[in-house]
Structures are given as C-alpha cells and as structure tokens.
C-alpha cells in the first residue's frame, strides 16, 4: 500500500522534472582496458581497501553466499527491491572496462559508464563527498579485485519505475553534488569523522528519516530512519541513554558492535562493526568523536520496582522465563551472559520494530565477527508470544509507556521475513 501511495503521490512531480532533464541526458563514457594489476600503486589499494570497508561496500554488493564484490545482494526500498551490481573488474559483467573518469562519475553523480541514472539505493548522495585521491583510491581497490563473471538480478520494480530518466527528476528534487569542505573550528580528529560519517561511511543513508520521494530530509540529519526492517536510532540530536556514551564506549561499539550499557549491533548494524573492526581504530575513533559533538544525551529515569514487580504479572512472563532468562536473567539488572535489558536502547525505543526483530531473529556474528549471539525465535514463538515477550520486557525493564501498535509491528515484521 505505501508503495502505490508513495509512487502516486510523487511520481508526477518527477516524471515532469525527468522529462525536463532528458534533453541534458549524459552520455557514455568510452570502455578502456582494464588496468593492470601491477599498475595499481600499492597505497592507494591499501587506502581504497580502508574505505570500502568503511563504506561496507561488500555488504551491499554481495550476495548471501556468492563471490565477494560480484552483486546480487538485494537492497529492499519503499518501491521494490534493487540489487547491487557486480563491482569486480570483469569486463562483461562487472566494472572492469570502466576508466577512473566513469567510475568517478558513478559516485559523484550517480551515472554509470554508460550513461544510465543510477538507483539512489546506491548512496551517491554520500559519495559525492569523497576527495579525489580517495575516489581514486576506491578505484584502485576494485580493479584489484579477482573478476567474476556474475550477472545482476532484474530490480523487482514496478514497470514505471524501471524507465531510469525519472531518476533526472529525482535528483532535481533531492540530489546536490559537491564536495567535502573542512572546517577549520573543528578538532582535525572530529573534522575527519565528519568526512567519514558523511561521506564513505554514509551513516545518514539510515540514520536520517526520509521525505515521500525517499530523499534524506537535510534538517534532520542523522535523527533517526529506517534500513532493512529495522529502525535506526537517533545519533545525532536529542537522545535519552541509561549511561551516557563516551568517546571510549561508542568507538567499542563500532569496532566490536556491543556495548554493555547501551545494547548489540544487529540487522544492518552488524557488518558495520565487523568492517570497522578491520580499519585502523582512528576510524571509530573518528567517527565517535564527531557523533558525540552533535549529540545531546539525556539519561533515563530509573526503573519503577512496583512496576517491574507488576509486571511479572503479564502473559509474556513465563514465556520469557522459559526462552530468555537464562542469559538475561530476572533481576533489573540483567544477567552474567546477556545483555543487561534494562540499558538496551532496543527496549527503551519508541517502536518495538528492532526489539521485535531481535526475538525473531536474534543475532548471528559471521565467521570472525565480534559481539553477542543469540539465537531467534521464529521457528518456535508464534506470532502472539512475541508480542507478549516483546510487551513484557517493556514493562518489566523500562520506565516507558507500552508500545503501541505492537500486534502490528510483530505482523509487519513476520510477513517481510516469510514467518508463518
């Protein structure tokens, strides 16, 4: 239903930019040889390495099980399901005939070699910001890459939506090219992390809510949005905490995605601590330290022992007794294995969406990965019980209201995931 409406409330302001811009269509740009393995300087691969995995371009361009880098992974939207490209430097099916000149062109304003629009699912947005040496950088790393030859699915779309010069419209509406500018008053360490978080680590492209059109909306940048079926959190502006974040806590919780005061990375959030880990810690460091310039955190208000006690009451009690508390305990204060619910963001937020996601489908580190597993629920729980958990552990370890539309949320989630 918010497909059809979004597509008919935004569609003709579009369609008539887009008419308005395919006089100015781009043109392809020439194929040339792939270069050379041993043509690459070393250090820019090294650096374009560091950024792609800032960028978690291999999360986004590969698909579950299939060669890194060689696309097929499926990026849901609003409007359908758009798949990452191959990126390896494959000459029939990936980039590997593209020139820096094309590659350059396809972050900074979302044009592929061949003239086409690209989805903004792909965040040139973001990428517009990089400096040239890095976009060199990333380029580099690619085409160092081991070519596969892979094809990319069809974007599920509707058939509208698959005539690309509408997407000249949208980047008429939503869309500004430009650079990074440093600022001269910012710490060089807070400078950097801003580069990062607006930049290759594209943290807004979840992390700010969006318009009807799906553009980020500026003013309310890094204030909270959506990825995947899950919410992410405001990181920037008012937030309420259990423990205030430190440039300490929040760096550990980037590289290792968990921190004991606030919760566990999970969802889209889990291969962001997995690639930072594998960057210098200058990155999180970075990257935290320009986050907690622009947050305003506020602690909670303690936990009501009448109310907890009054909630052992409620039908999730002994569900959650049986499924959960042996690693995250009865007391307020959580348990020796799990995670202290009482300080968990998920539990404190204003939907259920991720506290939801969590019973369901728990969290499952990936070979080397860092943080807490845990298994999910979606085989054994039915839909009624999650909800009954889910509004139990929001009654037992938070001073917040009950969430609402919580049946919803369950249904919403259960359905995107194929949960009988």
Not at 305 to 311: E, F, G, I, K, M
Request: hydrophobic share 40%; aromatic share 8%.
């Amino acid at each position: 239903m918010i497909r059809t409406v979004l597509i008919l409330l935004g569609l003709p302001v579009v369609a008539g930019l887009a008419f308005l811009a395919y006089a100015l269509s781009p043109t392809a740009i020439e194929p040339v040889p792939r270069p050379a393995p041993t043509s690459l300087s070393s250090l820019a691969v090294e650096r374009g390495a560091r950024l792609a995995r800032i960028g978690n371009c291999q999360t986004c361009h590969t698909a579950a099980g299939g060669p890194s880098y060689a696309g097929g992974y499926g990026v849901e939207t609003p409007f359908g399901t758009i798949y990452g490209t191959n990126i390896t430097p494959d000459e029939e099916t990936g980039i590997g005939h593209w020139s820096l000149a094309a590659f350059e062109r396809a972050m900074r304003e979302g044009i592929g070699a061949r003239g086409e629009h690209l989805y903004p699912a792909f965040p040139y947005d973001h990428f517009t910001k990089l400096s040239d040496g890095d976009i060199a950088a990333l380029y580099a790393f690619l085409m160092s890459r081991e070519p596969v030859r892979r094809e990319t699915p069809e974007n599920d779309l509707p058939a509208l939506l698959r005539f690309r010069p509408l997407l000249a419209g949208w980047k008429l509406l939503a869309f500004s090219d430009g650079r990074f500018v440093p600022d001269a008053a910012l710490d060089p360490a807070v400078d950097y992390g801003r580069y990062l978080v607006e930049g290759a680590a594209h943290c807004g492209a979840c992390h700010t809510p969006r318009n009807l059109i799906q553009a980020e909306i500026a003013s309310k940048a890094l204030e909270g949005g959506q990825s995947g079926g899950w919410s992410a959190p405001a990181i920037a502006g008012a937030i309420s905490v259990s423990a205030p974040w430190t440039a300490e806590t929040l760096t550990t919780y980037l590289r290792d995605g968990y921190a004991r005061d606030h919760g566990a990375g999970a969802g889209p959030m889990q291969p962001v601590g997995f690639n930072l880990a594998r960057t210098p810690e200058e990155d999180a460091q970075a990257i935290a330290a320009y986050l907690l310039s622009v947050m305003d955190q506020s602690v909670r208000p303690a936990l009501d022992p009448a109310r907890a006690a009054q909630a052992e009451a409620l039908p999730g009690a002994p569900l959650f007794a049986g499924a959960c508390a042996r690693c995250h305990g009865g007391s307020a204060a959580g348990a020796s294995q799990g995670l202290p619910l009482a300080q968990s963001g998920t539990v404190h937020a204003e939907t259920p969406r991720n506290l939801v996601n969590f019973i369901l489908h728990g969290r499952q580190p990936a070979r080397g990965d860092t943080g807490p597993a845990m298994p999910g629920f979606a085989g054994v729980l039915t839909r009624a019980q999650v909800a009954e958990i889910a509004a139990y552990v929001r009654a037992r370890y938070s001073a917040e209201p009950p969430f609402s539309k919580l049946g919803e949320s369950v249904d919403e989630i259960a359905d995107r995931a194929g949960v009988p």
